[in-house]
C-alpha cells in the first residue's frame, strides 16, 4: 500500500514546503484540501496549475485527490452542485491527481432514500465527465452517510466505475459499523482509505495514529487479507482543532506505525 496525508493538517502550508514536507517523511502522496483558504483550490488558473503540478512531478510526490466540499445528497438546485463537481473534476485533470472527493450531506429531517436518490442522480450525471478526465469521484463515509452500508445504497444505483467510494475509518466506526462489515459493502467502489485517531466518541481531538480509540489495526488487517493494495491517506483534522499537536512533527512516527502494522497483517 501507499501512504499520503492530508493537507487539512498542515492549513494553509504553500505548495513547495507540502511537497518538501512529504518526500521528506517518507510519504508517496499527498491528498489537497481544494478550498480558497488553501493554496490549490478551482479558482487557480491555467498557469499556476501547470505550477503546481510541476512541483509535485520535481518533488517525486502525487497529488493522490482532491478533498473537495460539494454536498451531492443536500436539497437544492442540481445545477450548482453539477457545477462544483465539475470544477473539481477539471482542476484534478489538470493537476494529475486521480481522485476528487464529495460528501453526503442530506437533509436529516427528510426521509433516507429521498437523499440517496438526489446523491445518486447527481453523481450519475458527472460520471462521464470523470471518465474523459481519468479522475474517479468518491463519496466518502460522512455525515448523512457515515457508514458503508449507507453509501452502498447511493453507489449501487449509480453503477459505474467512475464513482467510487471513500472510506474514513472515524465516522464508519462512529456509525457502528465493523471493517470487515465496512470493506463488504465498499470493496467493488474503494478509491482510498482515510486513516485518523481520536480518544473517544465524545472526543474527536485528532492523535497521533495508534493513540486513539480507532480501530486502525483491523481495518489494515482486512484490507490486507483481501488483497487491496490501495492508498492510506493520514487525514488530521488540525484546521478544526487548534490546540492539537502540530502534525509535521507526527508524520514519520505515522508513517511507521502504518508500515507495522502492514508487516503485522501480511
Known amino acids: 500500500m501507499k501512504f499520503a496525508f492530508s493537507t487539512l493538517g498542515v ?21 489537497l484540501r481544494a478550498h480558497p483558504e488553501e493554496p490549490v483550490h478551482p479558482g487557480l488558473g491555467a498557469a499556476e496549475r501547470a505550477e503546481v503540478a510541476a512541483e509535485f512531478e520535481a518533488g517525486g510526490v502525487e497529488i493522490l485527490g482532491l478533498a473537495g466540499y460539494p454536498r451531492v445528497a443536500a436539497p437544492g438546485d442540481d445545477a450548482a452542485v453539477d ?7 477539471e482542476l484534478a485533470g489538470a493537476l494529475g491527481a486521480s481522485f ?14 429521498e437523499g440517496d436518490a438526489v446523491a445518486a442522480r447527481r453523481l450519475a450525471a458527472v460520471a462521464g465527465h470523470a471518465a474523459d478526465l481519468g479522475v474517479r469521484v468518491l463519496l466518502e463515509t460522512h455525515d448523512s452517510h457515515r457508514t458503508g452500508a449507507d ?6 444505483p449509480v453503477g459505474h466505475r467512475w464513482i467510487g467510494a471513500l472510506w474514513d475509518v472515524m465516522h464508519t466506526w462512529l456509525g457502528g459499523e465493523q471493517p470487515p462489515e465496512t470493506f463488504a459493502a465498499l470493496s467493488p467502489y474503494l478509491g482510498y482509505v482515510q486513516v485518523k485517531d481520536i480518544a473517544s466518541a465524545d472526543d474527536t481531538t485528532p492523535l497521533p495514529l495508534g493513540a486513539g480509540a480507532l480501530p486502525l489495526a483491523e481495518c489494515v488487517e482486512v484490507l490486507t487479507r483481501h488483497g487491496w493494495d490501495g ?4 487525514e488530521y483534522e488540525k484546521r478544526w482543532y487548534e490546540a492539537a499537536a502540530p502534525l509535521p512533527d507526527l508524520l514519520g512516527p505515522g508513517r511507521e506505525h502504518l508500515a507495522r502494522l502492514l508487516t503485522e497483517s501480511a
Open 100 to 113: 476528487v472527493r464529495v460528501f453526503p450531506g442530506a437533509d436529516p429531517r427528510r426521509p433516507a432514500p
Open 231 to 234: 492508498w492510506l491517506c493520514w
Open 151 to 156: 453509501v452502498l445504497r447511493v453507489l449501487g
Open 11 to 31: 492549513p494553509g502550508l504553500p505548495v513547495p514546503d507540502v511537497v518538501r514536507l512529504a518526500a521528506a517523511q517518507g510519504y508517496h502522496g499527498v491528498e
Open 83 to 89: 457545477r462544483e463537481i465539475r470544477e473539481l473534476l
